[in-house]
Protein backbone atom coordinates (compact mmCIF):
# COMPACT_ATOMS: atom_id res chain seq x y z
CA UNK A 1 0.00 0.00 0.00
CA UNK A 2 1.18 3.56 -1.07
CA UNK A 3 1.06 6.48 1.58
CA UNK A 4 -1.27 7.95 -0.53
CA UNK A 5 -3.73 4.65 -0.22
CA UNK A 6 -7.21 4.01 2.30
CA UNK A 7 -7.33 0.73 4.01
CA UNK A 8 -11.23 1.08 3.40
CA UNK A 9 -12.47 -1.14 0.58
CA UNK A 10 -14.30 0.57 -2.27
CA UNK A 11 -12.42 4.15 -1.72
CA UNK A 12 -11.33 5.37 -4.98
CA UNK A 13 -7.20 6.91 -4.08
CA UNK A 14 -6.07 9.53 -5.95
CA UNK A 15 -2.81 8.61 -8.51
CA UNK A 16 0.49 8.99 -6.43
CA UNK A 17 1.89 11.93 -8.59
CA UNK A 18 -1.47 14.03 -7.93
CA UNK A 19 -0.89 13.38 -4.73
CA UNK A 20 2.73 13.97 -4.75
CA UNK A 21 1.52 17.49 -6.38
CA UNK A 22 -0.72 18.11 -3.62
CA UNK A 23 1.80 17.34 -0.81
CA UNK A 24 3.71 19.55 -2.38
CA UNK A 25 2.15 22.80 -2.89
CA UNK A 26 0.82 22.08 1.29
CA UNK A 27 -2.39 21.62 0.14
CA UNK A 28 -2.35 18.16 2.27
CA UNK A 29 -0.74 18.08 5.12
CA UNK A 30 -1.00 14.95 6.15
CA UNK A 31 -2.67 15.44 9.44
CA UNK A 32 -5.63 13.78 10.88
CA UNK A 33 -8.92 16.07 11.55
CA UNK A 34 -8.69 14.42 15.26
CA UNK A 35 -4.95 15.62 15.83
CA UNK A 36 -6.46 19.01 14.50
CA UNK A 37 -8.66 19.49 17.26
CA UNK A 38 -5.51 18.82 19.56
CA UNK A 39 -3.54 21.63 18.18
CA UNK A 40 -6.84 24.18 18.07
CA UNK A 41 -7.27 23.19 21.67
CA UNK A 42 -3.44 23.62 22.60
CA UNK A 43 -3.85 27.31 20.88
CA UNK A 44 -7.46 28.45 22.05
CA UNK A 45 -7.78 25.90 25.07
CA UNK A 46 -10.29 28.66 26.87
CA UNK A 47 -12.56 30.37 24.01
CA UNK A 48 -15.47 29.06 23.08
CA UNK A 49 -15.86 26.58 20.13
CA UNK A 50 -19.57 25.88 20.26
CA UNK A 51 -22.80 27.13 21.67
CA UNK A 52 -25.99 25.67 22.00
CA UNK A 53 -28.74 26.96 23.71
CA UNK A 54 -27.12 28.17 27.06
CA UNK A 55 -23.98 25.97 26.91
CA UNK A 56 -20.74 27.06 25.79
CA UNK A 57 -18.17 24.97 25.42
CA UNK A 58 -14.74 25.56 25.40
CA UNK A 59 -11.62 24.18 23.08
CA UNK A 60 -10.25 22.53 25.95
CA UNK A 61 -13.69 20.81 27.07
CA UNK A 62 -14.29 19.48 23.27
CA UNK A 63 -10.98 18.31 23.36
CA UNK A 64 -10.82 16.39 26.51
CA UNK A 65 -14.81 15.31 25.83
CA UNK A 66 -14.10 14.04 22.44
CA UNK A 67 -11.03 12.07 23.84
CA UNK A 68 -13.24 10.47 26.36
CA UNK A 69 -16.18 9.27 23.94
CA UNK A 70 -13.34 7.92 21.52
CA UNK A 71 -12.45 5.74 24.22
CA UNK A 72 -16.52 4.62 25.41
CA UNK A 73 -16.30 3.88 21.47
CA UNK A 74 -13.54 1.73 21.39
CA UNK A 75 -15.17 0.01 24.21
CA UNK A 76 -18.20 -0.84 22.77
CA UNK A 77 -15.94 -2.69 19.91
CA UNK A 78 -16.45 0.16 17.61
CA UNK A 79 -12.40 -0.22 15.50
CA UNK A 80 -10.87 1.59 12.94
CA UNK A 81 -12.13 1.33 9.82
CA UNK A 82 -15.97 0.69 10.98
CA UNK A 83 -18.99 2.75 9.81
CA UNK A 84 -21.01 4.61 11.79
CA UNK A 85 -24.65 6.08 10.40
CA UNK A 86 -24.88 9.95 12.07
CA UNK A 87 -28.09 11.23 11.83
CA UNK A 88 -28.11 14.14 14.70
CA UNK A 89 -29.61 17.61 14.26
CA UNK A 90 -27.89 20.70 14.74
CA UNK A 91 -26.23 19.90 18.62
CA UNK A 92 -23.12 20.47 20.01
CA UNK A 93 -22.74 16.20 20.43
CA UNK A 94 -22.77 16.36 16.53
CA UNK A 95 -18.91 17.84 17.05
CA UNK A 96 -17.97 15.76 20.04
CA UNK A 97 -18.86 12.92 18.09
CA UNK A 98 -17.64 13.66 14.83
CA UNK A 99 -14.27 14.00 16.39
CA UNK A 100 -14.52 11.36 18.59
CA UNK A 101 -14.89 8.53 15.58
CA UNK A 102 -12.42 10.47 13.96
CA UNK A 103 -10.10 9.78 16.61
CA UNK A 104 -10.94 6.15 16.68
CA UNK A 105 -10.33 5.99 13.30
CA UNK A 106 -14.03 5.00 12.15
CA UNK A 107 -15.79 6.35 9.44
CA UNK A 108 -19.30 8.52 10.14
CA UNK A 109 -21.66 8.29 7.39
CA UNK A 110 -23.10 11.72 7.70
CA UNK A 111 -27.00 11.53 7.04
CA UNK A 112 -29.79 14.44 7.42
CA UNK A 113 -32.48 14.51 10.01
CA UNK A 114 -34.51 14.80 7.58
CA UNK A 115 -33.87 11.15 5.82
CA UNK A 116 -35.84 8.44 6.57
CA UNK A 117 -36.40 4.48 6.27
CA UNK A 118 -36.25 4.05 2.41
CA UNK A 119 -32.46 6.21 2.45
CA UNK A 120 -30.84 5.01 6.13
CA UNK A 121 -31.56 1.60 5.17
CA UNK A 122 -30.17 1.90 2.04
CA UNK A 123 -27.19 4.15 3.49
CA UNK A 124 -26.65 1.53 6.25
CA UNK A 125 -26.32 -1.48 4.15
CA UNK A 126 -24.03 0.12 1.33
CA UNK A 127 -21.62 1.27 4.64
CA UNK A 128 -22.07 -2.25 6.22
CA UNK A 129 -22.40 -0.07 9.37
CA UNK A 130 -21.46 -1.54 12.97
CA UNK A 131 -23.57 1.75 14.54
CA UNK A 132 -26.36 3.92 14.16
CA UNK A 133 -26.41 7.44 16.16
CA UNK A 134 -29.74 9.42 16.53
CA UNK A 135 -31.54 11.94 18.48
CA UNK A 136 -35.00 10.41 20.76
CA UNK A 137 -37.15 12.94 18.62
CA UNK A 138 -36.62 15.79 16.89
CA UNK A 139 -38.77 18.13 14.73
CA UNK A 140 -41.84 15.63 16.10
CA UNK A 141 -40.73 12.75 14.73
CA UNK A 142 -39.57 9.58 16.92
CA UNK A 143 -36.25 8.53 15.41
CA UNK A 144 -36.55 5.21 17.86
CA UNK A 145 -38.89 3.82 15.39
CA UNK A 146 -36.68 4.02 12.39
CA UNK A 147 -33.79 3.33 14.03
CA UNK A 148 -35.93 -0.71 14.71
CA UNK A 149 -36.46 -0.91 11.21
CA UNK A 150 -32.91 0.28 10.67
CA UNK A 151 -31.30 -2.81 13.03
CA UNK A 152 -34.16 -5.39 11.81
CA UNK A 153 -33.25 -4.95 8.28
CA UNK A 154 -29.40 -4.71 8.21
CA UNK A 155 -27.61 -6.98 10.09
CA UNK A 156 -24.58 -5.38 10.25
CA UNK A 157 -25.69 -2.69 12.84
CA UNK A 158 -25.15 -3.87 16.27
CA UNK A 159 -25.38 -0.49 18.20
CA UNK A 160 -27.99 2.30 18.13
CA UNK A 161 -27.01 5.41 20.35
CA UNK A 162 -29.46 7.79 20.91
CA UNK A 163 -29.42 11.46 22.37
CA UNK A 164 -32.08 11.40 24.75
CA UNK A 165 -34.20 8.75 26.06
CA UNK A 166 -33.20 5.62 23.80
CA UNK A 167 -36.17 3.87 25.36
CA UNK A 168 -36.02 0.09 23.89
CA UNK A 169 -33.41 0.80 21.09
CA UNK A 170 -30.14 1.49 22.49
CA UNK A 171 -28.28 3.11 24.85
CA UNK A 172 -27.71 6.86 25.50
CA UNK A 173 -24.70 8.75 23.89
CA UNK A 174 -23.95 10.34 27.44
CA UNK A 175 -22.95 7.18 28.52
CA UNK A 176 -20.57 6.76 25.57
CA UNK A 177 -17.48 7.92 28.02
CA UNK A 178 -14.64 6.26 29.44
CA UNK A 179 -11.07 6.96 30.99
CA UNK A 180 -8.78 8.35 28.69
CA UNK A 181 -6.86 5.20 26.59
CA UNK A 182 -4.08 4.73 23.85
CA UNK A 183 -6.31 5.99 20.20
CA UNK A 184 -5.31 4.04 17.17
CA UNK A 185 -2.80 5.96 14.80
CA UNK A 186 -4.60 7.29 12.02
CA UNK A 187 -3.66 7.98 8.41
CA UNK A 188 -4.30 10.63 7.01
CA UNK A 189 -5.01 9.41 3.74
CA UNK A 190 -7.61 7.45 5.07
CA UNK A 191 -10.96 8.17 4.52
CA UNK A 192 -12.39 10.56 7.12
CA UNK A 193 -16.00 10.90 6.60
CA UNK A 194 -18.90 9.36 4.36
CA UNK A 195 -21.32 12.20 3.09
CA UNK A 196 -24.35 11.30 1.28
CA UNK A 197 -24.73 12.63 -2.33
CA UNK A 198 -27.99 14.43 -3.96
CA UNK A 199 -28.88 11.33 -5.07
CA UNK A 200 -29.58 12.37 -8.57
CA UNK A 201 -29.63 9.13 -10.09
CA UNK A 202 -31.89 6.94 -8.02
CA UNK A 203 -30.83 6.18 -4.30
CA UNK A 204 -28.27 8.26 -2.86
CA UNK A 205 -24.60 7.45 -3.01
CA UNK A 206 -21.56 8.15 -0.29
CA UNK A 207 -18.61 10.29 -1.13
CA UNK A 208 -15.95 9.37 0.68
CA UNK A 209 -13.15 12.80 2.21
CA UNK A 210 -10.37 12.06 3.43
CA UNK A 211 -8.45 13.79 6.32
CA UNK A 212 -6.01 15.13 3.83
CA UNK A 213 -8.50 16.16 1.00
CA UNK A 214 -11.57 17.45 3.67
CA UNK A 215 -9.08 19.38 5.96
CA UNK A 216 -7.93 21.41 2.85
CA UNK A 217 -11.72 22.33 2.07
CA UNK A 218 -12.13 23.60 5.37
CA UNK A 219 -8.64 25.55 5.67
CA UNK A 220 -9.02 26.72 2.36
CA UNK A 221 -12.80 27.96 2.48
CA UNK A 222 -11.65 29.70 5.43
CA UNK A 223 -9.16 31.72 4.16
CA UNK A 224 -10.96 32.98 1.38
CA UNK A 225 -13.49 33.46 3.78
CA UNK A 226 -11.32 35.59 5.64
CA UNK A 227 -12.62 34.00 9.34
CA UNK A 228 -10.46 35.11 12.14
CA UNK A 229 -10.84 34.31 15.88
CA UNK A 230 -13.26 36.87 16.46
CA UNK A 231 -15.89 35.36 14.00
CA UNK A 232 -19.15 33.71 15.29
CA UNK A 233 -20.61 31.00 12.47
CA UNK A 234 -24.33 30.52 13.09
CA UNK A 235 -25.29 26.83 11.95
CA UNK A 236 -28.41 27.45 10.43
CA UNK A 237 -28.62 24.57 7.55
CA UNK A 238 -28.44 21.39 8.72
CA UNK A 239 -24.93 20.36 10.25
CA UNK A 240 -24.39 17.06 8.01
CA UNK A 241 -24.29 18.81 4.68
CA UNK A 242 -20.66 19.74 3.60
CA UNK A 243 -22.09 23.31 3.52
CA UNK A 244 -22.14 24.14 7.08
CA UNK A 245 -19.77 21.80 8.31
CA UNK A 246 -16.50 22.45 5.68
CA UNK A 247 -17.36 25.28 3.50
CA UNK A 248 -16.03 26.77 5.77
CA UNK A 249 -18.89 25.92 8.13
CA UNK A 250 -17.79 24.01 11.80
CA UNK A 251 -14.49 23.17 10.94
CA UNK A 252 -13.35 26.21 9.20
CA UNK A 253 -14.33 28.18 12.16
CA UNK A 254 -12.75 25.61 14.28
CA UNK A 255 -9.41 25.97 12.64
CA UNK A 256 -9.14 29.99 13.65
CA UNK A 257 -10.23 30.08 17.08
CA UNK A 258 -13.95 31.29 16.62
CA UNK A 259 -17.28 29.87 17.78
CA UNK A 260 -19.78 28.08 16.26
CA UNK A 261 -23.34 28.42 17.25
CA UNK A 262 -26.13 25.93 16.53
CA UNK A 263 -29.64 26.88 15.73
CA UNK A 264 -32.09 24.14 14.72
CA UNK A 265 -34.76 26.28 13.59
CA UNK A 266 -33.81 28.60 10.94
CA UNK A 267 -36.64 30.74 10.99
CA UNK A 268 -36.20 34.39 11.16
CA UNK A 269 -38.53 34.73 14.19
CA UNK A 270 -35.48 32.15 15.93
CA UNK A 271 -32.66 33.23 13.88
CA UNK A 272 -32.83 36.98 14.47
CA UNK A 273 -32.77 37.06 18.48
CA UNK A 274 -30.09 34.64 18.60
CA UNK A 275 -27.92 36.75 15.82
CA UNK A 276 -28.15 39.50 17.74
CA UNK A 277 -27.19 37.39 21.42
CA UNK A 278 -24.57 35.65 20.07
CA UNK A 279 -22.95 38.18 17.58
CA UNK A 280 -23.02 35.49 14.87
CA UNK A 281 -20.95 37.51 12.05
CA UNK A 282 -21.02 34.54 9.27
CA UNK A 283 -23.89 31.85 8.38
CA UNK A 284 -24.98 30.01 5.20
CA UNK A 285 -28.19 29.82 3.60
CA UNK A 286 -29.84 28.34 0.93
CA UNK A 287 -31.65 30.65 -1.31
CA UNK A 288 -35.15 30.32 -0.34
CA UNK A 289 -34.27 30.68 3.41
CA UNK A 290 -31.87 33.69 2.43
CA UNK A 291 -34.93 35.42 0.34
CA UNK A 292 -37.08 34.93 3.21
CA UNK A 293 -34.90 36.45 5.67
CA UNK A 294 -33.96 39.56 3.38
CA UNK A 295 -38.14 40.19 3.79
CA UNK A 296 -38.30 39.41 7.27
CA UNK A 297 -36.07 42.47 8.11
CA UNK A 298 -39.65 44.23 7.09
CA UNK A 299 -41.76 42.67 10.12
CA UNK A 300 -39.06 40.96 12.47
CA UNK A 301 -37.30 42.47 15.24
CA UNK A 302 -33.37 41.81 16.43
CA UNK A 303 -30.41 43.69 15.63
CA UNK A 304 -28.23 41.92 13.11
CA UNK A 305 -25.57 44.12 13.20
CA UNK A 306 -22.86 41.97 14.13
CA UNK A 307 -23.40 40.41 10.59
CA UNK A 308 -20.71 40.32 8.09
CA UNK A 309 -21.41 37.61 5.37
CA UNK A 310 -23.72 35.92 4.22
CA UNK A 311 -23.18 32.78 2.01
CA UNK A 312 -25.78 31.59 0.14
CA UNK A 313 -25.34 28.26 -2.51
CA UNK A 314 -26.98 24.63 -2.52
CA UNK A 315 -29.00 26.22 -5.44
CA UNK A 316 -28.60 29.16 -7.97
CA UNK A 317 -29.61 32.49 -6.72
CA UNK A 318 -30.93 34.41 -9.26
CA UNK A 319 -29.55 37.66 -9.43
CA UNK A 320 -32.39 40.14 -8.57
CA UNK A 321 -32.15 38.76 -4.91
CA UNK A 322 -28.34 38.49 -5.37
CA UNK A 323 -28.83 42.32 -6.07
CA UNK A 324 -31.91 43.14 -3.01
CA UNK A 325 -29.51 40.67 -0.05
CA UNK A 326 -26.97 43.23 0.87
CA UNK A 327 -28.77 46.43 1.42
CA UNK A 328 -31.81 44.36 2.98
CA UNK A 329 -29.32 42.21 5.45
CA UNK A 330 -27.20 45.15 5.98
CA UNK A 331 -24.07 42.52 4.62
CA UNK A 332 -21.72 41.22 2.06
CA UNK A 333 -23.04 38.59 0.14
CA UNK A 334 -20.96 35.48 -1.06
CA UNK A 335 -22.44 33.10 -4.03
CA UNK A 336 -20.94 29.94 -3.44
CA UNK A 337 -21.26 27.25 -5.96
CA UNK A 338 -20.37 23.49 -4.81
CA UNK A 339 -20.45 19.60 -4.39
CA UNK A 340 -20.06 17.58 -1.69
CA UNK A 341 -17.87 15.20 -4.12
CA UNK A 342 -15.30 18.00 -3.98
CA UNK A 343 -14.99 21.50 -6.40
CA UNK A 344 -16.32 24.58 -4.64
CA UNK A 345 -16.18 28.05 -6.12
CA UNK A 346 -16.86 31.49 -4.41
CA UNK A 347 -17.23 35.09 -5.03
CA UNK A 348 -14.71 37.16 -3.21
CA UNK A 349 -14.30 40.19 -1.08
CA UNK A 350 -13.11 42.25 -3.63
CA UNK A 351 -15.68 41.08 -6.78
CA UNK A 352 -17.48 43.71 -7.92
CA UNK A 353 -21.19 43.68 -7.00
CA UNK A 354 -22.47 42.53 -10.69
CA UNK A 355 -19.78 39.94 -10.20
CA UNK A 356 -21.71 38.77 -7.17
CA UNK A 357 -24.99 39.38 -8.26
CA UNK A 358 -25.06 37.07 -11.64
CA UNK A 359 -21.83 34.33 -10.88
CA UNK A 360 -21.36 31.70 -8.67
CA UNK A 361 -18.09 32.13 -8.06
CA UNK A 362 -14.44 31.05 -9.05
CA UNK A 363 -12.96 27.68 -7.94
CA UNK A 364 -11.17 27.55 -4.62
CA UNK A 365 -8.30 25.74 -5.35
CA UNK A 366 -5.47 27.17 -7.73
CA UNK A 367 -5.44 23.42 -8.38
CA UNK A 368 -8.60 22.79 -9.20
CA UNK A 369 -9.12 21.50 -12.98
CA UNK A 370 -11.92 22.22 -14.63
CA UNK A 371 -13.21 21.14 -18.18
CA UNK A 372 -16.51 22.64 -19.66
CA UNK A 373 -17.39 20.05 -22.33
CA UNK A 374 -20.16 19.30 -24.80
CA UNK A 375 -22.46 16.45 -24.96
CA UNK A 376 -19.57 14.55 -26.98
CA UNK A 377 -16.92 15.58 -24.15
CA UNK A 378 -15.28 17.96 -26.34
CA UNK A 379 -14.63 21.41 -25.06
CA UNK A 380 -16.67 24.06 -25.64
CA UNK A 381 -15.40 27.37 -27.21
CA UNK A 382 -14.72 30.22 -24.28
CA UNK A 383 -17.71 31.72 -22.88
CA UNK A 384 -20.13 28.82 -24.27
CA UNK A 385 -22.26 26.33 -21.89
CA UNK A 386 -21.50 22.75 -21.23
CA UNK A 387 -21.18 20.44 -19.20
CA UNK A 388 -18.42 21.11 -15.92
CA UNK A 389 -15.84 18.64 -15.39
CA UNK A 390 -13.44 19.00 -12.28
CA UNK A 391 -10.54 17.42 -10.70
CA UNK A 392 -8.26 18.37 -7.70
CA UNK A 393 -7.11 18.29 -4.36
CA UNK A 394 -10.46 18.01 -2.94
CA UNK A 395 -12.27 16.28 -5.55
CA UNK A 396 -13.00 12.55 -5.36
CA UNK A 397 -11.98 10.23 -7.67
CA UNK A 398 -14.94 8.07 -7.27
CA UNK A 399 -17.99 7.61 -4.83
CA UNK A 400 -17.47 4.65 -2.25
CA UNK A 401 -18.21 0.81 -3.62
CA UNK A 402 -19.98 2.24 -6.38
CA UNK A 403 -17.47 1.15 -9.01
CA UNK A 404 -20.21 0.36 -11.88
CA UNK A 405 -21.23 3.95 -10.92
CA UNK A 406 -18.14 5.50 -11.32
CA UNK A 407 -17.26 4.35 -15.14
CA UNK A 408 -19.48 7.23 -16.18
CA UNK A 409 -19.12 9.05 -13.24
CA UNK A 410 -15.31 9.65 -13.68
CA UNK A 411 -13.49 10.10 -16.84
CA UNK A 412 -10.76 8.16 -18.08
CA UNK A 413 -8.53 10.52 -16.56
CA UNK A 414 -9.85 11.21 -13.78
CA UNK A 415 -12.42 14.09 -13.76
CA UNK A 416 -15.91 14.06 -11.98
CA UNK A 417 -18.66 14.63 -13.96
CA UNK A 418 -20.57 17.34 -12.07
CA UNK A 419 -24.08 17.20 -14.27
CA UNK A 420 -23.79 21.04 -13.97
CA UNK A 421 -23.99 23.09 -17.25
CA UNK A 422 -21.92 26.31 -16.78
CA UNK A 423 -20.22 28.76 -18.65
CA UNK A 424 -17.25 30.74 -17.34
CA UNK A 425 -16.04 34.21 -17.88
CA UNK A 426 -13.08 35.35 -18.98
CA UNK A 427 -12.45 36.03 -14.78
CA UNK A 428 -12.94 32.70 -14.32
CA UNK A 429 -16.40 33.03 -12.33
CA UNK A 430 -18.78 30.35 -13.18
CA UNK A 431 -22.44 31.12 -14.35
CA UNK A 432 -24.75 27.97 -13.51
CA UNK A 433 -27.22 27.56 -16.60
CA UNK A 434 -29.08 24.32 -15.39
CA UNK A 435 -28.41 20.59 -15.09
CA UNK A 436 -27.60 17.58 -16.99
CA UNK A 437 -28.88 15.20 -14.58
CA UNK A 438 -32.18 15.02 -13.94
CA UNK A 439 -32.56 16.35 -10.60
CA UNK A 440 -35.07 18.55 -9.02
CA UNK A 441 -33.30 21.19 -7.03
CA UNK A 442 -36.03 21.87 -4.35
CA UNK A 443 -34.64 24.87 -2.28
CA UNK A 444 -31.13 23.36 -2.19
CA UNK A 445 -32.73 19.85 -1.46
CA UNK A 446 -31.55 17.01 -4.35
CA UNK A 447 -34.99 15.51 -5.62
CA UNK A 448 -34.44 12.50 -7.77
CA UNK A 449 -36.70 12.20 -10.18
CA UNK A 450 -36.28 8.81 -11.37
CA UNK A 451 -36.43 7.34 -7.78
CA UNK A 452 -39.73 9.64 -7.08
CA UNK A 453 -41.04 7.96 -10.28
CA UNK A 454 -40.02 4.29 -9.14
CA UNK A 455 -41.39 4.59 -5.63
CA UNK A 456 -45.23 6.13 -7.73
CA UNK A 457 -45.24 3.56 -10.35
CA UNK A 458 -46.50 1.03 -6.54
CA UNK A 459 -49.16 3.00 -6.53
CA UNK A 460 -51.57 0.90 -8.55
CA UNK A 461 -53.31 3.80 -9.46
CA UNK A 462 -50.70 4.92 -11.29
CA UNK A 463 -50.14 3.50 -14.86
CA UNK A 464 -47.07 5.89 -16.41
CA UNK A 465 -45.36 8.70 -14.44
CA UNK A 466 -43.30 11.38 -15.02
CA UNK A 467 -41.53 13.96 -12.36
CA UNK A 468 -40.63 17.11 -13.58
CA UNK A 469 -39.51 20.48 -12.18
CA UNK A 470 -41.91 23.43 -11.94
CA UNK A 471 -40.46 27.32 -11.21
CA UNK A 472 -40.68 28.81 -8.01
CA UNK A 473 -39.80 32.14 -6.53
CA UNK A 474 -39.37 31.20 -3.05
CA UNK A 475 -37.55 26.65 -3.69
CA UNK A 476 -36.16 27.84 -7.18
CA UNK A 477 -38.23 24.71 -8.22
CA UNK A 478 -41.17 22.33 -6.78
CA UNK A 479 -41.35 18.59 -7.93
CA UNK A 480 -44.87 18.04 -10.05
CA UNK A 481 -45.50 14.69 -10.93
CA UNK A 482 -47.54 14.15 -14.09
CA UNK A 483 -49.66 10.84 -13.43
CA UNK A 484 -51.60 8.75 -16.12
CA UNK A 485 -54.13 7.36 -13.75
CA UNK A 486 -55.47 3.85 -13.81
CA UNK A 487 -58.73 3.48 -13.21
CA UNK A 488 -59.30 6.51 -10.31
CA UNK A 489 -56.93 9.31 -10.30
CA UNK A 490 -55.26 9.31 -6.45
CA UNK A 491 -55.50 12.81 -4.66
CA UNK A 492 -51.82 14.45 -3.89
CA UNK A 493 -52.34 14.25 -0.38
CA UNK A 494 -52.97 10.43 -0.78
CA UNK A 495 -49.55 9.59 -2.88
CA UNK A 496 -48.20 11.71 0.08
CA UNK A 497 -48.97 9.38 2.14
CA UNK A 498 -48.20 6.64 0.47
CA UNK A 499 -44.54 7.42 0.12
CA UNK A 500 -44.20 8.58 3.29
CA UNK A 501 -45.53 4.83 4.15
CA UNK A 502 -42.40 4.22 2.06
CA UNK A 503 -39.79 5.89 4.36
CA UNK A 504 -39.88 8.21 1.67
CA UNK A 505 -38.08 11.97 2.99
CA UNK A 506 -40.67 14.96 2.99
CA UNK A 507 -38.19 17.23 0.84
CA UNK A 508 -38.98 14.34 -1.56
CA UNK A 509 -42.52 14.47 -1.93
CA UNK A 510 -44.94 15.80 -4.67
CA UNK A 511 -45.76 19.82 -4.43
CA UNK A 512 -47.66 19.35 -7.53
CA UNK A 513 -50.20 16.65 -9.35
CA UNK A 514 -51.54 16.81 -12.85
CA UNK A 515 -53.28 14.17 -14.86
CA UNK A 516 -52.92 13.08 -18.04
CA UNK A 517 -54.45 10.88 -20.68
CA UNK A 518 -50.48 10.06 -21.64
CA UNK A 519 -47.09 10.91 -21.89
CA UNK A 520 -45.68 11.75 -24.58
CA UNK A 521 -42.59 9.53 -26.05
CA UNK A 522 -39.77 10.24 -27.81
CA UNK A 523 -37.77 8.28 -30.96
CA UNK A 524 -36.70 5.45 -28.66
CA UNK A 525 -40.00 4.61 -26.25
CA UNK A 526 -38.77 6.72 -23.46
CA UNK A 527 -40.96 9.49 -22.03
CA UNK A 528 -40.35 13.06 -23.47
CA UNK A 529 -40.24 14.95 -20.59
CA UNK A 530 -39.16 18.38 -22.46
CA UNK A 531 -42.63 17.79 -24.05
CA UNK A 532 -44.04 16.72 -21.04
CA UNK A 533 -42.97 20.45 -19.46
CA UNK A 534 -44.06 22.14 -22.79
CA UNK A 535 -47.37 21.04 -22.90
CA UNK A 536 -47.94 21.47 -18.72
CA UNK A 537 -46.80 24.87 -19.34
CA UNK A 538 -49.51 25.57 -22.11
CA UNK A 539 -52.84 27.77 -20.68
Known sequence: MTENQSTLDGFVPWPDEYARRYREAGHWQDVPIGELLRDWAFRHGDRTALVDGDRKISYAQLDATADRMAAGLLGLGIAPGDRVVVQLPNVAEFVVLLFALLRVGAVPALTLPAHRSHEIGHLAELAEAVAYVIPDTFGGFDYRGLAREVVARVPSVKHVLVLGDPGDVGIPLSTVDADLVDLPEVNPADVAVLLVSGGTTGLPKLIPRTHNDYAYNARASAEVCELTQDDVYLVALPVAHNFPLACPGVL??????????????????????????????????????????GQA?????????????????GAKLAPEPARALPGQLDC??????????????????????????????????AEDELRVVDAEGDDVPAGETGELLVRGPYTIRGYYRAAK?????????????????????????????????????RGGENVSAEELEEHLLAHPGIRQVAVIPVPDDMLGERVCAVIVPEGEAPALRELKTFLTGRGLAQYKLPDLLELAADLPRTAVGKIDKREVAARLAKP
Not at 297 to 313: I, P
Not at 336 to 353: H, K, Q, S
Not at 417 to 428: A, C, T
Open 332 to 365: RLQQVFGMAEGLLNYTRADDDDEIVAISQGRPLS
Open 252 to 293: GILGVGGSAVFLSDPSPDNAFPLIERTGATVTALVPPLAMLW
Open 405 to 441: HNETAITPDGYYRSGDLVRQLPSGHLIVTGRVKEVIN
Open 297 to 313: TEWEDGDLSSLRLLQVG
